[in-house]
């Protein structure tokens, strides 16, 4: 199994900064993909963004480029968000992933997700 450990989140007035940060451990040979994904109650899960950890290609979307920057720590399986420029259209429970993807397989794994309140 993998296991995700995320900190940051919190409170933040509309146009502050956070920054979110996730670090992987256990079975985590294969992991290839890491990113963040966000919910709101009532809606689905959805991506925020994700970063190979070979090249470090990104992948946004489209509501969140141009603020938020998704990085890696190339040594470790760690990931990071900075989240600038937040709208309260971000509140959201925000979830680390990390997948390890082929043809073949897409393996998933989720952290336990943490509370991002952006207020007005």
């Known amino acids: 199994q993998v296991q995700l450990v995320e900190s940051g989140g919190g409170l933040v007035q509309a146009g502050g900064s956070l920054r979110l940060s996730c670090t992987a451990s256990g079975s985590i040979f294969g992991i290839n993909v890491m990113g963040w994904y966000r919910q709101v109650p009532g809606k689905q899960r959805e991506l925020v963004a994700t970063i190979a950890r070979s090249d470090g290609s990104t992948n946004y979307a489209d509501s969140v480029k141009g603020r938020f920057t998704i990085s890696r720590d190339s040594f470790k399986y760690a990931v990071s968000l900075q989240m600038n420029s937040l709208k309260p259209d971000d509140t959201a429970v925000y979830y680390c992933?990390?997948?390890?993807?082929?043809?073949?397989?897409?393996?998933?794994?989720w952290g336990k997700g943490t509370l991002v309140t952006v207020s007005s």
């Open positions: 992933n990390a997948a390890a993807r082929s043809p073949l397989y897409n393996n998933n794994y």
